[in-house]
């Protein structure tokens, strides 16, 4: 097990901590609020910069033409997806015309 770390004290104007104070929760102290959001931070962080690299891959394989969909194949395979799902819709309000008829 590790040791816990203290972070550095920070200075913020009397608003600022008035509000802080304002939004926690009963029986929550400012340290477990900071802490809660450094580690939230932490995290969003950590998934924007893998959504960024992945989004540079993303780009890399399209500038190589690795990947790429021409618009009639991808329109295309919109229209096949609709109309599963119109056919979809019409077997589930044909099965409740049915059940409601029964």
């Known amino acids: 097990m590790s040791r816990s770390a203290t972070l550095p004290p920070i200075r913020i104007a009397p608003e600022?901590?008035?509000s802080l104070?304002?939004?926690l929760?009963?029986?929550e102290s400012m340290t477990q609020f900071i802490e809660n959001a450094v580690c939230r931070e932490v995290e969003f962080r950590a998934e924007q910069n893998a959504a960024v690299a992945r989004a540079k891959?993303?780009?890399r394989s399209a500038d190589k033409g690795e990947g790429l969909v021409t618009a009639e194949d991808f329109l295309a395979?919109?229209?096949q997806r609709a109309k599963a799902a119109q056919q979809r819709i019409r077997e589930a309000v044909a099965a409740k015309q049915k059940?409601?008829?029964e």
């Open 16 to 18: 600022a901590k008035a």
């Open 77 to 79: 395979g919109m229209t």
């Open 25 to 27: 929760r009963e029986g």
């Open 21 to 23: 104070e304002a939004v």
């Open 57 to 59: 891959k993303a780009l």
């Open 99 to 101: 059940r409601a008829s």
